[in-house]
């Protein structure tokens, strides 16, 4: 038999959950995702592992080949932060597309989306993002409830783009880009966030897988609830300035 079982920090009954996977350019392995570090059922911490092609844990990265950790504005504790996709940097470490606990005080918390990025030591980069901790967190839509990125990829100029699945007060498909330090980019969507309802007048829309046309522009796809119970594919290319709304009457074409 093969294969490698990542279990943290070894103990018992804490869940351990995958949501992204890339390849370095040297052939190792990164993986991202969510870990129970305070036990089970008491949220999760944001959590990365690299592993050699051998699979065998790199220990320049964390001292262990594995890293759990939180944002430095969160206490540790009952926290809900994780992972949904990864993508290695040239230098061996990784940036990601997750999401965070925030609270809202007497208000409740929601689910929000944060981007970060670590180093080939799995340190958290200081020169990512607008804090200087190596996180950007991204504003969902007023009124949003949770917010999960369903896509992530990097564009040949090193610019990051993202889909994102949410629930809130409205539902359309929303994708983001910022440039490789983490700024949302002007020149995309409104400020760098761009929202459509591919069901105007109807029930719901929700993005759920993004891929880059061989020119380089942003696909974003989804399904689209224009009338109950009809579910149908929803296809939206994304340019400067253009969007281009695809199959949204079903296969014929329309647009």
């Known amino acids: 038999s093969g294969g490698v079982v990542i279990n943290w920090d070894g103990v018992a009954q804490q869940g351990g959950y995958l949501g992204g996977l890339g390849i370095g350019a040297d052939g190792s392995i990164l993986v991202g995702g969510a870990y129970e570090v305070y036990g089970q059922g008491m949220g999760t911490d944001f959590a990365i592992a690299k592993l050699g092609a051998d699979g065998a844990f790199d220990t320049t990265f964390g001292g262990s080949g594995w890293r759990v950790f939180h944002r430095p504005d969160e206490s540790p504790g009952l926290v809900i932060d994780g992972i949904e996709r990864l993508l290695p940097t040239d230098d061996g470490g990784a940036v990601f597309a997750g999401h965070y606990q925030l609270d809202h005080g007497d208000d409740g918390t929601s689910i929000e989306l944060v981007l970060g990025r670590v180093g080939a030591d ?134």
Do not use: C
């Not at 409830?145 to 809130?168: C, E, I, M, N, P």
């Not at 949302?184 to 761009?194: C, K, P, R, V, Y």
């Not at 009338?227 to 969007?243: D, F, I, N």
């Open 122 to 255: 799995g340190a958290m980069d200081t020169t990512f993002g607008g804090a200087g901790n190596g996180f950007q967190p991204i504003a969902a839509p007023t009124g949003t409830w949770t917010s999960y990125a369903t896509g992530f990829l990097r564009q040949a100029d090193g610019k990051l783009v993202a889909s994102v699945s949410y629930t809130g007060a409205t539902s359309s498909f929303l994708a983001f880009r910022t440039d490789a330090d983490g700024a949302l980019d002007a020149g995309f969507g409104d400020g760098g966030i761009a929202s459509v309802d591919m069901a105007p007048g109807g029930v719901f829309s929700d993005s759920s897988a993004l891929a880059l046309d061989r020119e380089g522009r942003v696909i974003v796809a989804g399904m689209a609830e224009r009338s109950s119970p009809l579910y149908e594919l929803a296809v939206l290319r994304l340019g400067e300035a253009v969007q281009d709304k695809i199959f949204v009457n079903g296969f014929d074409g329309a647009r």
